[in-house]
């Protein structure tokens, strides 16, 4: 998919969103019913039919629920939430790729608990804001809080739902109120799963415009651009259709006139599945930011120790310098190096936090317990490299039986790279297992670096015997570079 001009410039602001922990997500009932779960009508059907109503003729859906309710009162209603939203879907791609994403505030309208359990299922730790009194609390060290705005399917009583509901909403459920006009005025939004028909919309608009006023950051939401194919019904003349195909383009165009009234930034698509292709391209841009040394070393030919470690020291201090995160396996002789650079521009920077340069993840080396460490090893590297986008490979030998062999470890983190999208800069100059890996790069470069005849180029001059410690670093920043802007 090329993605048009304004898709290119909504991806790259919400990637700088996401690293600067200033983005939020915002889901409504669209983003559960791609996995089975009722919308507001088909929620409402049986209901509208007991009243003799058609929900089919009825735009008002709130008053549906509320005439209900009045009728019948709330156990109805109550059973209906419970049984419809009781059974846990696994989410879509969309619900994973947002969980493994570093946004750490969801809102939803959505009575289930796709989003919670999605993130958890990640390893995250959630806490959800249900009730007022859910305020009161804190979990220490969390990832994620998802804030259920209209309620959870487990306490249906409280669910936002009748007229009566959105009426006392303020009273009720003031602290949600107070606590999205923070997020609201300090976070960058993606509306997602909003039709902008949806019956909760007026509500959500209309608080969004009282708590904006004007001091917001830009907000975004994905907009299915109406299509004349679209407008194909056989049962009606070809100007008929033509003239249903006019008619909803220029409500359309209004719609977006009025969401922009509020801050709201609809990114056109052609078809649902762009979304997952959009998400998809942020994922990948925000994991290129994340940079994976591989590396090991017994022996450092055929480099000096001095220059060996000059040139490690030098590449981790300019990747800080570049606001690159590294992520490192603490390799034997090379992740010491790597901490001293970070460390070296951390304490020459403003950075509060080493954590803010570089995520360590020291791998086992002793066997303890029953399971195989080298199984433990295998998991270990699988869930490292997962973080990271790009993946540098620097040396790689080790000691074993007396002689010094390749690094397998290095060749195993490299095939997980390839697996998980993780794209490789081998600097095969170091020699041992990098100088292997480049070999195999070089042997087929458009496999590894499709359309990127100049990357192919600076990967190419890593492996040359001499190459200067300088050109190396350049080399190796240039690629990243080149790397970040497709």
């Known amino acids: 998919m090329e993605f048009t001009k304004q898709q290119q410039s909504f991806i790259n602001a919400f990637v700088s969103e996401i690293k600067n922990g200033d983005a939020a997500i915002f889901a409504g009932a669209g983003f559960s019913a791609s996995v089975g779960f009722v919308n507001w009508k088909e929620l409402l059907r049986d209901f509208a039919d007991e009243l003799d109503l058609s929900i089919d003729k009825e735009h008002d859906l709130i008053a549906v629920a509320q005439y209900h309710f009045n009728k019948f009162n709330r156990g109805r209603i109550n059973n209906k939430i419970i049984n419809e939203f009781t059974t846990i879907k696994d989410g879509t791609e969309n619900h994973k790729i947002l969980a493994r994403l570093d946004i750490d505030s969801f809102w939803t309208t959505n009575y289930d608990q796709i989003i919670e359990k999605t993130l958890e299922s990640y390893g995250k730790t959630v806490e959800k804001k249900v009730r007022n009194e859910d ?17 959870d399917k487990d306490s249906p009583n409280d669910a936002v739902l009748t007229k009566d509901d959105y009426e006392s909403y303020n009273d009720n459920r003031e602290l949600f109120s107070t606590a999205l006009r923070g997020d609201l005025l300090n976070k960058t939004f993606l509306f997602i799963g909003f039709s902008f028909d949806d019956p909760n919309l007026d509500y959500i608009l209309g608080r969004v415009k009282i708590l904006l006023k004007g001091n917001s950051p830009a907000h975004y939401c994905f907009f299915k651009e109406i299509s004349e194919t679209d407008f194909d019904d056989l049962k009606k003349s070809k100007d008929e259709n033509k003239e249903d195909f006019l008619y909803a383009k220029i409500k359309q165009d209004l719609k977006i006139e009025n969401l922009l009234r509020y801050g709201i930034n609809p990114i056109l698509i052609k078809e649902y599945s762009d979304i997952t292709i959009i998400l998809s391209e942020v994922e990948k841009r925000v994991k ?11 022996q450092y030919i055929p480099y000096t120790i001095d220059d060996a470690q000059d040139l490690i020291h030098s590449l981790s201090f300019k990747l800080a310098e570049r606001n690159y995160k590294i992520v490192s396996g603490f390799g034997v002789g090379i992740g010491s190096v790597v901490i001293n650079g970070a460390l070296e521009f951390k304490l020459n920077s403003n950075y509060r936090s080493l954590d803010d340069l570089l995520i360590l993840r020291p791998f086992p080396q002793i066997q303890s317990g029953t399971k195989d460490a080298k199984e433990i090893r295998s998991n270990y590297r699988k869930d490292t490299i997962s973080l990271a986008g790009i993946a540098i490979f620097i040396f790689g030998n080790k000691l074993e ?41 070089m042997a087929n470069p458009d496999l590894f670096y499709p359309e990127k005849k100049e990357l192919q180029k600076i990967i190419f001059e890593l492996g040359k015997d001499g190459i200067s410690k300088q050109r190396i670093i350049e080399g190796v920043i240039k690629a990243i570079d080149i790397l970040q802007e497709t």
């Open 288 to 298: 290129r930011n994340n940079i994976f040394i591989s590396g090991a070393a017994h």
């Open 401 to 441: 039986e007396g002689k010094v062999t390749n690094s397998d470890g290095m060749k195993e983190e490299f095939d997980l790279c390839l697996k998980n999208n993780v794209i490789p800069i081998p600097i095969g100059n170091t020699g041992s297992m990098a100088k292997e890996l480049w070999e195999k790069v």
């Open 135 to 151: 305020f009161g609390r804190n979990i220490k060290k969390k990832d994620a809080t998802v804030f259920k705005m209209h309620g």
